[in-house]
Nanobody, 121 residues
């Protein structure tokens, strides 16, 4: 089992920046990519970004448009999502996931509890 704990969500004004973090523990594996999904009210969960174990490859959803950056610190078993130029459409619960890369996204085998991001206009 892999446990994932997110932190860093909160309220931010439109145009602002926020960084969310995900700490992994348990049976972490070099075969796992890690990434982020989000779910806005009334919408399905969607892929945001992923990074391979090595950190050499990253994948982003089209709506990111260069505003978000995913990174990881394997010494700390932590993945980060730095978000800039936030707008109201980015308001969602952000979930950390661990699992295999699938195409240009990832499949979540393990999930965190989520952290709320609210962008005020």
């Amino acid at each position: 089992q892999v446990q994932l704990v997110e932190s860093g969500g909160g309220l931010v004004q439109a145009g602002g920046s926020l960084r969310v973090s995900c700490a992994a523990s348990g049976r972490t594996s070099s075969s796992y990519a890690m990434g982020w999904f989000r779910q806005a009210p009334g919408k399905e969960r969607e892929f945001v970004a992923a990074i391979t174990w090595s950190g050499l490859r990253t994948y982003y959803a089209g709506f990111v448009k260069g505003r978000f950056t995913i990174s990881r610190d394997n010494a700390k078993n932590t993945v980060y999502l730095q978000m800039h130029s936030l707008n109201s459409e980015d308001t969602a619960v952000y979930y950390c996931a661990a699992g295999p890369i699938a195409g240009r996204a990832m499949h979540g085998d393990y999930w965190g509890q989520g952290t709320q991001v609210i962008v005020s206009s």
